[in-house]
Every structure is written in structure tokens, then in C-alpha cells.
DNA sequence: GATGAATGAGTGTTCATTCAT
DNA sequence: TATGAATGAACACTCATTCAT
């Protein structure tokens, strides 16, 4: 799902019912991720979990404590897969509408490539956020500000873009339109009769939120 | 608690009150919807509803047959209320522009005015939206696009707004910036170190959906 | 295994199956009682209890909360038995020698017939008394004190007992003895080859108690 | 965790600080007396006492088989501690009534003093002694019984002592009184509201045990 | 309609024990 | 000998659901 890794061939570590503890702990703990992204918090099922990787249920509590630690590690693993697929564009060598542009496109793309960390954040939000009190954010918080910032500024620098944006609105902004079709999609779809997963209809949802954000940034009075 | 009551024949049904069936079933619907928005549909407990309207559990079953049963019904009742509501206001007397800032502003209040139902869709979206496929939501998709529509349309004729805007993208666009503020509360305030439930970051989220919403639809050769 | 109720045939509440709480209730005490009497809190098992009442697991629950609580219910339970099993005999109608030698031999019987008591003493102190602290003994105190204290009281003045005995040390004593001779049952026969439970051997024993007390109270200048 | 360490073979057989297989041995079995002790058989937990000496499980497995055989040489152990506590008077060089008198002290000092043995005695109890049918106790048995008939027998000479006092039923007496006073410490204490653990508490107690046993042997008509 | 007792399948968790190295 | 990963059966406890009244 990620990158593919062409060579190297993990030689020494030979999966599957291998005494490896970093490896066993990091199957349980993608099966877990897909569980409690599949079904959140209270419907995930820990037998399931350890069904799903042909390990027995004590592996869990022997690596994660309980079902609770377990879900705050799959938490925690969520934001992790989710900065990753954002980071790795340099937004500063581009020309700030450009930037815009594949900011607000990049952010969207993120959301629709992964699903399951959507799902998390909901079941983390319908938990009341219990567990993300213990992460720590703030380096996300500024890598993602800084940038935002930065495209901003250079806009406005240049006349192009209007000077009461917020980089914090403006990530509201696109976090809620790329979110919201991603994991409000069959409420929505139902009531508006159409399927958020048909490639044709995100197409139009990624051209619609790249315009919103930018119409929301450049000046009127052009 | 054994001893006899000999005379005093509770006559005539007065148990509990003296409530209708109708009264009864609606006041466990009500309490539903509330332990449904709290906990979602596998974190509510049935015998948490039973016990929050002093009713015995076997009322729910004989109501509402299930537990799924009656979080359809919640589910239902969700969605009227969040249409009461949105309905009263006749956008048809305003001008566009106003129109357009008091829907979104509208839409915005809304959401902030009924989390229940906000998280009752999220429970929902994270069930795979299996309830929702029960519900006829026609009417619902007829007067939401009619209205938005309505505005659009106007706002276009009198050379205000741009012709690219789909009803129901515009109100995908409402929809997602209201909804995300309140859903996402607690992990996007815990990232940007914000309260949403504080009614003064609420009235600037309030003001820049409205702007992104107008801006959005706003002609930029002005 | 109290005194039986001869007539009165408790006709409107018949047992087993029937939806009686109160009856259920307290045959699932008796049946804990006898489980954590054999095994001991950690060795007794809430299946066990609920399969010998022929009852589901779900009503110790419902009745008790937990296995603590259930055995803290049970405790108190076995405290009820011991208290009722020394009760009826007034000792002030007799001569003090008497007295004292009843009051011995009755506490011998009262362990003797109760065993099940005594090994959830055992099975209490093994646990550092961890529920004995929720229980109020004022009663049972000030019964038996009172009880032996008249005994000694009276018999130091007629010139027969010595006038160093405390009830409380007398008491310690008298318990011991009978205790000690039922619950280390197993490890002190093994070593001295006997069995406690042949009615020859505790007939000597409770003989042998009695004695200890006699000599402890009476004059040596006889 | 995984980086290799190539040079440095901590060759000749260096780990765990150099212990020979009978001391670590040794070391696990007291471990497992304390844990025993405190917990009781079904409330000890393998876990725990190999974390105590920061061994691996399997060395326990290694060494006695299985729980219940480390629980039977815990057992066999807290037998010996008890025997040497005892061992060393050599009561025939005193006369018979200041030997009686430091027998019954001896015996309760060392009740006083070994509390792990006096709690594992009681899970054994409780656990029907099943592990103590293995042991063979005939040297114990025969030690004390002659020491106690001993005494006894010259106490009777010199015209001091009863004739109809047994040597078992004397141990037993003995006994009895020591090991209520430490294994009851919890009930009782919490009845009559006193601490065992007090030394003031323990001192009276010892005081009244030797009376109590001097009492049973010396005759009356002094 | 209404109650509270009762059920049984499941749900997270624990624990003695074994295996690969 | 020694370790730490791994197992599987059992355990306390929960929960939607039904039954007797």
C-alpha cells in the first residue's frame, strides 16, 4: 500500500509463525488497524484481530496490554500512515496558485488512498478522543502550519492572494472537504444517490475542492 | 418486596405516570437517540436506555423489536430532526447573496445546535451506512437541491455568481465544512490545540465557511 | 441444616425454576458458599457455583455484582452460621463449672459441625482479610465477650476460677483449640498419622479442649 | 534489539551473574515459598515469581516440572524451615516445668517467626493436602513426640505434672494456640479489634499460651 | 402493556505450559 | 542451561434477548 521496496530482500527476517517479535507485533498491529478501522472501537473484536494473522489471542495482550492498548497503538499508527503519504512534496518550488493546487489535491488524494485512517479518526471522535489526548502532535501541527503558511504568504506577497486567510482555517477547510466525502460517504451517497467510491464522482470532488480552496484564497478583484 | 398489598387496587392503569403507549415509546426513542449519539451503535448499551427512562427493557423489544431496530428508529428520528431544523426560512425573499450567506450560516448552526445528530451519522458512516439504506430520503434530496438550486440559479442571473456550481456539490461543501467542525472535534482541537466547543471559536469557524461558501460562488472578475 | 420449620409449607413460592428472586438468590449463596468453602476464593470457580444451582452465570451477576462480590456475600454468610450455631444456650442458668465446660464443648461442636466456615476463614486470612474489613462484628464482640466474661466473673466468685483470665484471651483460646483441630485437618494428621474426622478422634479431642480451658480457669490451691 | 553484537563472545558461560544451577535453583524455590506464602497455591501466579528472580519461566518448568511441583518443594521447604526454627534446645537439661515453659515459648516464637510457613500450611489445608501425602514426616513426628513425652514423663515423676497428659494431644494444644494466633491474625483481629502483629499483643499472648499449657500438666492439689 | 427474573452465546483477559533458538 | 516468543484452554464478566407473570 506503501512505496514498494524493489531490492532488499529482509533477508534475515523470515515472516509468518517465525519467532520475530518487531515483526509478529507489527502484523498484529495492521490487522488491528484494519479491524478497528473496519468496524471502530466497540465493534472491533479482539478474537477477530488474532484470527486475521493466525496468532493466538494472548499475542495481543502480551505486546498491547489490553484491547484498549492495542486500539491506542493502531491510533497512533493511523497518524503515522497519514503523514507519511502527505509529506514528500516540496511545495516551495512551485508558484503559490500551482501550490495551492497540489495541496489541496495531495490532501484529498491522502484521504481517498486512506480510508481506514478516516475511519479510525471517526471512532476516535465518537470515543470522545480518549486515546488521542495521549499523542503528541506537535510536530505535525508545525510541519503542516509551516507550509500552509508558507504558500500563503507567497501568494499574498505576490497580489494574488487575499491577506485575511488563516493557515489553520485553511486546513480546516481541506481537511473537512477531503474527510467529509470520504467518511460521511454513505449517508450522503444515500441520501444523494450516488457512490463516493466510483472514480468518476471523487474526480469531480477533487476538481470542486481544489477550486473551492483556491476561490477561497484569491483576491476578487482580479 | 413480598409482602402483600392487600386492598388498594392500582386501578384503572396508572402505572408510570399514567403515560400513553405513544408518549412511552416516543420518551425510549428520545433516550436512544441520546445513548446512540453518545456511545455509537456498539457502544450503546440497551439496558443503559431502559434504565435512563425508568422503563423496563422489555418495552424497548416490544417496541422496536431489536437493538438494530430501534437505532433505525433513532437513526430515523436523527434525520428529522436535523431537517426541522434547517426548514424554516424562506430563502426565496432575499437576495442572493444574503441567501447564500444565510443558508451556509444556517447549515453551520445547525450542525453546531444538534451534535446528537452528528454523531449518530457518524456511527452510521462507520456501520457502512447499513441502516441509512432503509430510509427514503427523497424529499430530503428534493428540498435540499431545490432550495440551494433556487439561489444559485438567481445568484447567476443577476451576473453575481459563476456558472460552475453543481447544488449538490455546493452543498456537499456546506455539508462538510459544518459537519467536520463539530464531528472531528476532539482530534483535530487535540492536533491544533483548539476547543471547538468554545463559542468564540465557533463564531470564526461560523464566519469563514460562509466565506468560503461565498467566495466559492462569487464571480472573481467582480 | 437449621432448625426445620415443621409446619407453614411456604406454599406460594415454590422452588427451583420458579421466578422467585429472593429463593434464587439465596440458594446461589449456598451453593457459592459450599464452593468457596472446598476451594477457597482463588481455587472456586463462578461456573462451577452457577452449574451446581443449574442456573446461568449471569445471575450471580445479577445478583452479586462480581465473584468478590458474590464471596464477600458468602462470608458474611458463613459468619450468620457460625453465630446461629453458638446461640441458644443460656449458660447463666448454670454452676460456672458447667458453664464453662458447655461453653467449650459447644464451640468445639459448633467448628466441628460447620466446617465449611472454617475453611472460609481459612481461605480469608490467606487473603489478608481483604473482605472481613466490610463486615461489622460489634454484635458477635459483645455477645461473646459478655457470655464469658459472666462465666469467669461468676465462678472467680464463688473461689474457683483464678482471677487472671481475660474473656478475650479465653475466647482466643477456646477457638484455637477448635479450629486449629478442623482446619489443619490434613498437614497435622498426615505428620501424626490420625484422621480428624473419625468420631473417635474428636470425641477425645473435644474431651481434651475442655480440659485445657477447665485447668486454665480453676485454682491450682484447690 | 536486533543489531548484532559480532566480537565479544561472552564466552565461558557467563550469564545471569555467574550462579550455579543449584543456586538458582534454590533461589526460585524461596521465591516460590514467598509467593506461595502471600498468595496461596491458586492465588500465586508463575509469572510473578519468576519475575521476582528475574528468570525465565522456563527454568521453573527446568526444574520442578510444573506448578504443582514447585508448590510441593515450596511445601517440603517450608517443613524444614519449621523444623530448624525449632531444633535446638536441648530441653532435657532443664528442669521439667522451665522446659515445659520454654517449649510452649519455642514453639510459639517460632509460629511468630515463620508466618510464610504458617500460610502455606493453610493452602495446603485448604488444597486437602493433597501435596502433603508425598512428604514422609516419620523423623519429625518422632522428634517432637519424644521431646514433649519426655518432659512430660519427668514432670510426672518429680509429682508436678498430671498422668493423663498425651504427648500428641499436648503438641497439638500447643500448636493449635501458636499457629491460630499468626493464621487467624485477619478475622480474629477484626472481631475483637486488635492488631497480631502488635509485639505488646504478641507478648501477652505468648504469656497466656505457656500459661494455658502449664495449666493443662501441672496437678491441682499443689 | 408492563415487570423483573432468567438465558446463552460471546468478549476481553489470564495463565500454566511449550517451542524455537 | 537459559531466553522470550507463542499457545490454547479456561476464566470472569457482558449483553442482547426472552420468559413467566
Redesign the pocket.
Known sequence: MNAPEPALPKSPRQRR?????EA??DEVLVAAMEEFAEKGLHG????EIAARM?????????YF????GLYGAALARAYEDFRHAERDVDYRALDPVTALKELAGNTFDSHVANPHVIRILMSENLDHGRHAKDLDHGDQRRLVIETTRDIIERGRAAGLFRDDIDPVQFHLNVSALSFFSIANRYTFGRVFDFDMADPAVLAVRRAEVIEVMLSRCLRRDG
Open positions: 509463525k517465525g519467532r520475530d517479535a509478529t507485533r472491533a473484536r479482539i478474537e493466525a496468532v493466538s489471542k494472548h499475542m495481543i495482550y502480551y496490554g489490553s484491547k484498549d
